[in-house]
């Protein structure tokens, strides 16, 4: 199994909503990635868990909580997100060693969140 | 400074023909890897090649060649073939260093294939 599963494909919330993105992989990475791409724009790096814990936070408002609750899955929990939040949220997976190899990430296809 | 240099927004070319995509980019590391994704209008980004800084030939996937000047600080994309389904958005990436994951990305460029 190659694939990175994300739920939902698309998402509409208010500003006082609470929602969550879901993320699935069954390669046994054990690091997964939450990234923002904005439209015409290239994905940013959000968050990076490794061995199930958080290594990188790029300075995320806490609107955004991440959550790791084992080594396939990675929640992305959303509260009082404001509209410039918009945008496509991608989730990422790869191997966690850093020895060498490529350790390409593999992409979820993203959920699309429009915040009204 | 940008780390990741793509100059090309936007590429036209015809299918069954060869297409070059530009990336150039700037770092300090001695060991860092070089990626190329692709991206559909449907958003989901698709791994195609990758280079390690130590690598000495080529990569090579398929239809998909990395041109990797290190002198230079280039990792320009050869799409030989092109198809019709080769449309999207594509990027260069590159991730720093033994210790890092995180990928930065350059801007893209859009290729559009006409039959």
């Known amino acids: 199994d190659t694939e990175v599963t994300q739920t939902p494909k698309h998402l509409v919330m208010g500003m006082t909503n609470k929602k969550s993105l879901k993320c699935e992989q069954h390669m046994g990475h054990r690091a997964m990635y939450w990234y923002k791409q904005k439209a015409k724009k290239p994905p940013e790096l959000m968050f990076v868990?490794?061995?199930?814990?958080?290594?990188i936070n790029e300075s995320v408002p806490s609107r955004f909580s991440p959550e790791c609750p084992n080594s396939s899955l990675l929640n992305l929990h959303l509260h009082a997100l404001q509209p410039e939040d918009s945008a496509l949220y991608l989730c990422a997976s790869s191997q966690a060693g850093l020895a060498g190899g490529g350790n390409e990430q593999f992409f979820g296809p993203g959920t699309r969140l429009t915040v009204l | 400074a940008q780390k990741i240099t793509q100059t090309q927004p936007g590429m036209f070319v015809q299918e069954k023909e060869a297409v070059t995509l530009d990336c150039t980019y700037d770092t300090s590391d001695q060991s860092y890897g070089l990626f190329w994704y692709k991206q559909p209008s449907s958003g989901e980004m698709i791994f195609l090649i990758y280079?390690?800084?130590?690598?000495?030939q080529n990569a090579t996937e398929g239809r998909y060649s990395l041109n990797f000047q290190k002198a230079r600080k280039s990792a320009n994309l050869v799409i030989s073939a092109s198809q019709l389904g080769d449309s999207a958005m594509y990027f260069c990436a590159m991730r720093e260093g033994p210790g890092r994951r995180a990928l930065t990305f350059g801007s893209g460029t859009r290729l559009q294939v006409q039959p």
């Open positions: 868990y490794s061995y199930e814990k958080l290594s």
């Open positions: 280079q390690g800084s130590y690598d000495e």
